[in-house]
C-alpha cells in the first residue's frame, strides 16, 4: 500500500507501484493526456518511473516552467541525434535546456554549421519526433560509460563521467540515440511537433577560454506549430523593438570607444526626451513635498567607509582616485544614499520638521565588466531618479503610502497598465543576518504590507529577500511583449540613520533615529528609456514623443505656409518640424512613419486656401482636413489620455 | 642737455640734470603735489632720484596703482619703525605692499600682538607720518649690510642679504629707521595721514612649514581719512556680502567634512535657485538654437590624451581610475568639450546642418590644493554651463555675434549692468606657440574684434593672451562693492576639431573641418552663484529669489485666511511661505528681513474682511492694504524690470 500526495494536499493510495504517469490517468484521462513531466519528493523523475513508496507527487504540462524544461531537454537530445545522423562522428559535450529553448554544445572537427543548414537538421529532428520514440533511462556502471565514450574518442563525455561517482551514473536511450543524462523527459519524441534551429555561437568547452572552442547549436520547440509561430513573431518584434537598435535610429544616445563603453552619451533628441521624463517626475515631486538638491559624483572614501558601501563594492567597483599632492582618496559615487545623509547633517532638525524628501537625479557609476554591458541596461554610469526621506517610525506607513501613489501614477502616466509587486520581507529563520531591532522591522514590514494592501496592489510576498538594512516593494512591470522588467523600488532603511549618526529631536526634547526611505520609480534614466524604448518600439506616449508632427508641404510654393503651421503649432506646444527636403511625399511619409512621428501635416493648395492642416496619424489613419484648432484639441486629448495630473 | 620723454610722447630737455620731482614740478606745481612715484626707463625709482641720462619717466600719483604700491610700501616702513619702537628688539624680515594695503613679517620673541594693540601701533604710526620724514635711499656694502643685523641679531635679514650680490644692496632711511629695501617710496611719510591695523596672523619664514612662525600685521593707510572710512566699510559690507557666510545663512550650499573640502553640497534652497539659473538660460538657448545633451562624468584616459588635457593637466590632477578586472583607466573629466567632440562624431553631418550647438550643464572636476579652496568660487567640482558650437569658418562671424548676445542678455537679467570686455588675441612675435593656419586665426581674431566693436563693447584687445588653441573674448563684471570677477568667456578652437578629426561635407562634396566656439555665460554655476550672492547680498532679481514673499499672520485666527492668500499666490506663480510660528510679529518681520525675503505680507482682520493683504517690502516701505491681483501686478512688473524676453 503507499500513499500519494497531490500539490493540492489531496492523498490516493494504491496498493502497488505504479508510475507518474498512472497516477495522472488515476485522476483524469484527459489531465494525463497532457502531462509531461513530473517530481516525486522534489526529485525529478520521467513519467515512467515507477513510484514504491509514500511521496509527493507534482505532475506538470506544457503550462508549467518544470514542464517546459523537460520538453526543451528532451528537445536537446533530438537535436543531438539529429546532428549525429547529420555530422557522423560529431562528438556530443552538453545540450542543457534554457530560457524559451535549448542548446548542444559538439565538436564538429573540421566542419561547421551555418544558417543554410538549419532547415536541415530542422526536418531531421522533426523526422525522429514523428517517431514517438519513448524516451527511456537507464543505470550505467562508470567503466561501461567511459569506455563507450573512449571508443567513440569523445573526451568531453569522458570528463564528465570521470567527475561522477560509480552507481550515480545514468544515460536516457530513445530511439537509436543514447547519451549521458541525468533525467526529467517527456514521454515520448512525438510530443514535439514543432523545432526551430535559432542560431550557432562559438562557446569554450566548460566556458574557459583555454578550452578547445566547440558550435553551440541554439534551438527552440514546441508542442504546436502555432506556438512556435507565435514565439518567432514575438523574437522578431523584439528584434525590431531593440532599444540598442532604436536608440540609433531614433538618434537618442550613442556609445563612443573614445569615452569608453557602458557610458552612454545623450544625444539631443534623447537628452530632450529624458528632460521630459525629468520634468515629469520633478512636477510630481514637487506637489508631494520633495526637495530637490544636489551632490558630487565623488565623495572620500571614509564616506563609503561610513555607508558601508566600501566594504560591500570596494573591491570590485572602480578604484580610489588619488590626489596629486595630498593623501587624499575619493570614489565615483556608486549610490546617492550617503550624499543626502551628509545633507540631512548640515543642520539639526525637529520632528515638526519631518519628514524630509530630498530628491536627486543623481548620476553614479558602478564598474562592469565589458562582457556584460548592454545598451542602456546595463552600464557603467546611469542616472537614478532618486529621493531620500527621512520620517519618524511613526510616518512611516504614510510616507511609504504616499510613494506608492507616486509609483503607480508615473507607471500609469507611461503606458505600463500591468505589474506586479513583491514584498520582500526578513527570512525568518536567520534573524541575525539583519541589523536594526525586532519591534521597528515588524513596524516596517506591516508598514510595507499594508500599504500594499490599502493601495490595492497585486504583490507576493517573498521571505528572506528584504536587504539586511530593511524590507522593500520592487514593481515589476510587463511590456507589449509580456516580458518582465524590474521597474521602480522602495525601501525601508534602518542602517544608514544608524552609520551616520541621523537624528531629529523629538517631542519629548531627546534625540531619535529618523527611519529613511530610499525611492526610485523609473529606477534609472537609462534603463527607464530602454524598457520603454522595448515597450512602445518608439511609439512613446504623445506628451513624451522627441517630435509630436512633422509638416510636409505638397511642393515648395507652400514652404511659407508651412511656417506659419509650425508657428502656430508651437503656440500651442506642439513640437513639430518640417520636412522641406526635395523628396517625394511618400518618401517623406515613408521616413516619417520609420521616425515614428505621432502625427504628419499635410499642407497644400486646399490647406493653405481654407487655412487647415490635412492630418495623417502614424499608422496610417487619415483624420481629413481640419483647422489647426481641431488638431491641437486632438493632441491635447491624446495626451490627457495618459498624463494626468497627480 | 637730456631728454625726458613723457608718457604722452611729448619730450622735454634740461641743462642739468634733476629729480623726478623736479620734471614734475616743471609740467606743474600742481601736478607735483599729487605726484608720489615713479618709474624711469621702466625701473621704479625714488621722486628725489637724479636723472642724468636721456630716459622715459612716468610719475604716478594716488590714482596709479604705482602710486598705490608706492605709498602702501612706504605704509610698512613707518609700520615697522612703530613696531621697533613699540616692541624693542622685534626682528623683521619682510614687509611688501600687497592688493589694498601691505603687511609686514616680524619675529616678536616670545611677545605677541592681539587686537587690543592696534590703536596704539596705528597711533604710533600716524605720529611718526606727521613728522613728514623723508624716504632717502643709500647703497651699502654687504659687509656693513651683514655687520648691522648680525649685531642686532636678525637672522632674517642675515638671510636675506647673503642672497644678495655686492654692490647691489640698498637701504632705505627715514627718521630714525633704517632698513634694506630695493626703493619706490612717496616723498615722505606726511603723504600718509590714516592709517589702519587691520589684522595679526601666522605667518612661516619663507612661506616654509619648516621655519619659525613669524607675526604678520597686516594694515593699510590713505591719503585721506574720509578714504580709510570709505574703505572699511566696503570692507564691513563685503565680510557682511561674503558668499560662504550668506551662503550658510540663507541655507543655500553646505561642505561636509564627509564628503570632502570642495565639493559642495546644494541644499534645497540653493538647489531650486540653481535650477531656476539653469531653466531661465535653458530657455534662451532654446531660442537661440542650442540643443541640450548629457555626457557622462568620466572618460578613458585615451579620450584626454586625443584632446591634449591630459598632458595639460594629467599629473597635477586627479589621478585615473582603475578598473578590478580589465586593464582600463579613466579620468573624472575637466573639460566638457571632448565628449560633445564624440557626440558630433556620433553621425556625419552636411554643411547644411550646421551649426550644431550642443549644450549641457557638465559638472567637471579638478584637483586644487585645500589650502586653494574658498567656498563657491575655488572648488573642486563644479558645473560649467557649457556649450560648444560647430560651424562652418563662414558661420563664425554671425555665432559669435549670437553668443555676445546670449551673455549680454544674461549679465542683464540678473542685473550685473557694470562689465567690460578683453579680446585676447595671439603674440604678433611669437607665431610658433599658436596652432592652426594664420588665415584661420586671423579670420577669428577679426570676427571676435569685429563682433566685439558691433555690439558696442567695451572691450580692450590684449595681445599674447589667447589660448594655443584660438582667441577668445572673456567678460569681466564689477559688482555692487566695485570689485571686479571674470564670468562669462567665448573661445574660438581650431584645435579640438583637429584632434577629434571632426568634419562636414561641404557644398563642394569634399569633407571639412568646422570651428568650434566655447562658451560659458556664467562660467560655472559655483562661482556665479558666489558673486551673485556677493553682489547682491542675497537680495537676488526677484525672479530667482527662494522665496518672494512671507505670509505673517497677526494671530492664530487668521491661520485660514493666510492658507487662502497662499493658494492665491501660488495660482499667480508667486513663491512664498507662511510664518505660523507663535513669535511675535516684530520678531518674524526680523527673521524675514535677515532671510532677505522681498515681500512681506500681513494678514489681519481689516485684511481678512476686505479680502486684501498688507506688504511691506524688504527693507521697510510699506505698500499698504492691496488686492492679491494688484501685489501680483507689482511683483510682476518687478521681474520683468530685469528679466527680459531673449
Known sequence: MIKITLPDGSVRSYNDSLTAMDVAKDISEGFARNVISAKFNDVTIETSTLLTTDGNLILYTWRDDEGKKAFWHSSSHILAQALEELYPGVKLSIGPAIENGFYYDVDLGDRSISDKDFKTIEDKMLEIARGKHEFKMKSVSKADALSLYKEQGNEYKVELIENLEDGDITFCDHSTFTDLCRGGHIPNTGIVKAVKVLSVAGAYWRGDENNKQLTRVYGTSFPKQKELKEYLELLEEAKKRDHRKLGKQLELFAFSQKVGQGLPLWLPKGAALRSRLEDFLKKAQQKAGYEMVVTPH????ELYVTSGHYAKYGEDSFQPIKT???DEEFLLKPMNCPHHCEIYNAKPFSYKELPKRYAEFGTVY???QSGELHGLTRVRGFTQDDAHIFCTPDQLDTEFKNVIDLVLYVFGSLGFENFTAQVSVRDPENPDKYIGDVENWEKAEQAIINAASDKGLNYVIEEGEAAFYGPKLDFMVKDALGRSWQLGTIQVDYNLPERFDLTY?????ELHRPVMIHRAPFGSME?????????????????LMPEQAIILSISE????????????LENNEIRALID???ETMGKKIREAEMNKIPYMIIVGDN???????SVRQHGGEDLGMISITEFSNIVEAKINETLKQF
Open 324 to 326: 596629486p599632492k595630498e
Open 505 to 509: 529631536k523629538g517631542s519629548d526634547n
Open 557 to 568: 510654393k507652400y514652404e511659407k505656409y508651412a511656417e506659419k503651421v509650425l508657428n502656430l
Open 607 to 613: 490647406e493653405e486656401k481654407d487655412n487647415k492642416i
Open 366 to 368: 558602478r564598474y562592469e
Open 298 to 301: 565623488i565623495g572620500q572614501k
Open 580 to 582: 522641406n527636403r526635395n
Open 527 to 543: 534603463r527607464f528609456v530602454a524598457i520603454l524604448l522595448e515597450h512602445t518600439g518608439g511609439n512613446f506616449p504623445l506628451w
